[in-house]
């Protein structure tokens, strides 16, 4: 059981907009940043948002982050056959003194 | 730019210790910008860090594992190194090593490496 909340599964269809929520609580989304990462098949994960909206450089501008209180979410716009991958939210956790990860998000293009 | 890759034994029995040991490539372990850490994933399960070491030697472990777990830093060498000892087959997973910034998000990865514990 992940400290973080992620919904196991999402899909859309391609050249639509998906959302993928990260729920936690006020000793680590609450408090501290959230950074995003891609795991495509096969492959070590990939960080794709830092400090909660911040897009590392060669990320398209599809991809974006945001927080509001203790939650975050990803959003895909655009969707496209290669994003099809896992997702997984991540942030430090003040009471555990660790960073904690969410359970991750398949998410499949239909 | 900073490549990283693991490397030590894939095939381990229960009780004994695990060791791997990450290079550091395209840039310096000396860096005071960066922990080094250590992250796993069992099959078909989500991801736990491990823990991290800095330049100077410092450390920090998930709780969960403080235990067992031993990282270390060769700074001569631009490498870290990962022991977790008694490990039983729920130690079964790929370990990655990556770089950590000091506000904590990981970039980049190794490849990983599966270690199996087995009998």
């Known amino acids: 059981q992940s400290v973080l909340t992620q919904p196991p599964s999402a899909s859309e269809t391609p050249g639509q907009r998906v959302t993928i929520s990260c729920s936690g609580s006020s000793s680590n989304i609450g408090r501290n940043i959230v950074n995003w990462y891609q795991q495509l098949p096969g492959t070590a994960p990939k960080l794709l948002i830092y400090?909660?909206?911040q897009r590392p450089s060669g990320v398209p501008d599809r991809f974006s982050g945001s927080k509001s209180g203790t939650s975050a979410s990803l959003a895909i716009s655009g969707l496209q056959s290669e994003d099809e991958a896992d997702y997984y939210c991540?942030?430090?956790?003040?009471?555990?003194?660790?960073?904690?990860f969410g359970g991750g998000t398949k998410l499949t293009v239909l | 730019q900073v490549q990283l890759q693991e490397s030590g034994p894939g095939l381990l029995k229960p009780s004994q210790t695990l060791s791997l040991t990450c290079t550091v490539s395209g840039g310096s372990i000396s860096s005071v910008d960066y922990y080094w850490s250590w992250i796993r994933q069992p099959p078909g399960k989500g991801l736990e860090w491990i823990g991290y070491?800095?330049?100077?030697?410092?450390?920090y472990y998930n709780p969960s594992l403080k235990s067992r777990v031993t990282i270390s830093i060769a700074t001569s060498k631009n490498q870290f190194s990962l022991k977790l000892s008694s490990v039983t087959a729920a130690d079964t997973a790929v370990y990655y090593c990556?770089?950590?910034?000091?506000?904590?998000?990981?970039?980049?990865w190794g490849q990983g490496t599966l270690v199996t514990v087995s009998s």
């Open positions: 990556v770089r950590e910034d000091l506000e904590n998000w990981f970039d980049p």
């Open positions: 400090s909660n909206d």
């Open positions: 991540a942030a430090w956790d003040d009471s555990l003194n660790g960073v904690v």
């Open positions: 070491i800095y330049y100077s030697g410092s450390t």
